[in-house]
């Protein structure tokens, strides 16, 4: 489709990114439910006597690691994207 087999290697490798970074996406959005559900537990109180702050805190933290990681994945597609189908275009 691209024309050779460097460039296909090259689609193979940014594909897997895309895939990575999609995976990534997707858990830093369950650890933001996660965080959220334990916020909406605590209900700004202490809940049978336990803090529930260090699941709030474990949770918002992976989110942020998450999103980074997902952000830093998505790179290798954005150039393989504007190297290849942007020469195609114009």
Not at 37 to 60: N, P
Request: glycine share 14%; hydrophobic share 50%.
């Amino acid at each position: 489709m691209f024309g050779g087999k460097a460039v296909t290697l090259y689609a193979m490798m940014a594909s897997r990114f895309g895939y990575a970074k999609g995976i990534t996406g997707i858990l830093a959005s369950l650890c933001l439910i996660a965080m959220y559900a334990s916020l909406g537990l605590q209900d700004g109180s202490l809940e049978d006597g336990t803090s529930l702050g260090s699941a709030f805190h474990f949770t918002g933290s992976a989110n942020d690691l998450l999103v980074s990681l997902s952000t830093v994945l998505m790179i290798p597609v954005a150039l393989f994207l504007g190297r290849y189908l942007g020469s195609a275009v114009g």
